[in-house]
């Protein structure tokens, strides 16, 4: 993750009691991390870094666009990022994400956020990723509709014959 080191950040060199950082993550951001459901995009991420007690709380602000394929027809869409995130972050012996908190060797006093900017934008991406309606491609839709079933289509079917003895069953007995 050598194109990542500018999401570092220093939490035990941090002199004041909060901090505050920004990026713009990009095409650039996505290709490095390797992933294949977002393509490409441009979020704008803030952050800042508060010290509270023996803890670290850090609070993203993403806003943006990233570019996904349509579920329905495989063109590329749109889809806007507009999310918050929170990440608790302690030093310690050994790194441990558990969920809640996430330990950082004090040795090393740093965590890399990329990762973790890139989970709250994954979060931020509906289930079903489709275009507002009449927006997909019209060939795709037109070839997807010629061989999808219809609702009348499965109830004009002939019935399994293995199947037809059950329905001269009386149940009522």
């Given at each position: 993750?050598?194109?990542?080191?500018?999401?570092?950040?220093?939490?035990?060199?941090?002199?004041?009691?909060?901090?505050?950082?920004?990026?713009?993550?990009?095409?650039?951001?996505?290709?490095?991390?390797?992933?294949?459901?977002?393509?490409?995009?441009?979020?704008?991420?803030?952050?800042d870094v508060t010290k509270v007690s023996?803890?670290?709380?850090?609070?993203?602000?993403?806003?943006?666009?990233?570019?996904?394929?349509c579920d329905r027809c495989l063109d590329?869409?749109?889809?806007?990022?507009?999310?918050?995130?929170?990440?608790?972050?302690?030093?310690?012996?050994?790194?441990?994400?558990?969920?809640?908190?996430?330990?950082?060797?004090?040795?090393?006093?740093?965590?890399?956020?990329?990762?973790?900017?890139?989970?709250?934008?994954?979060?931020?991406?509906?289930?079903?990723?489709?275009?507002?309606?009449?927006?997909?491609?019209?060939?795709?839709?037109?070839?997807?509709?010629?061989?999808?079933?219809?609702?009348?289509?499965?109830?004009?079917?002939?019935?399994?014959?293995?199947?037809?003895?059950?329905?001269?069953?009386?149940?009522?007995?």
């Open positions: 993750m050598g194109k990542l080191g500018a999401y570092k950040i220093d939490l035990k060199g941090q002199k004041e009691a909060s901090a505050s950082y920004g990026w713009v993550v990009d095409s650039d951001y996505f290709t490095a991390l390797d992933v294949e459901d977002i393509r490409r995009g441009r979020v704008n991420v803030s952050l023996n803890q670290f709380v850090l609070s993203f602000v993403l806003k943006g666009d990233v570019i996904l394929q590329d869409m749109v889809q806007e990022i507009d999310t918050t995130g929170e990440l608790k972050v302690r030093l310690g012996e050994d790194f441990a994400d558990d969920g809640d908190v996430v330990v950082v060797p004090e040795q090393d006093g740093t965590i890399n956020v990329s990762w973790y900017i890139y989970e709250f934008i994954s979060l931020a991406v509906p289930l079903k990723h489709v275009h507002a309606p009449g927006k997909c491609n019209k060939a795709m839709s037109e070839e997807l509709d010629k061989y999808s079933a219809s609702e009348e289509d499965e109830g004009n079917s002939p019935s399994d014959p293995r199947w037809s003895e059950l329905e001269n069953l009386n149940l009522d007995d």
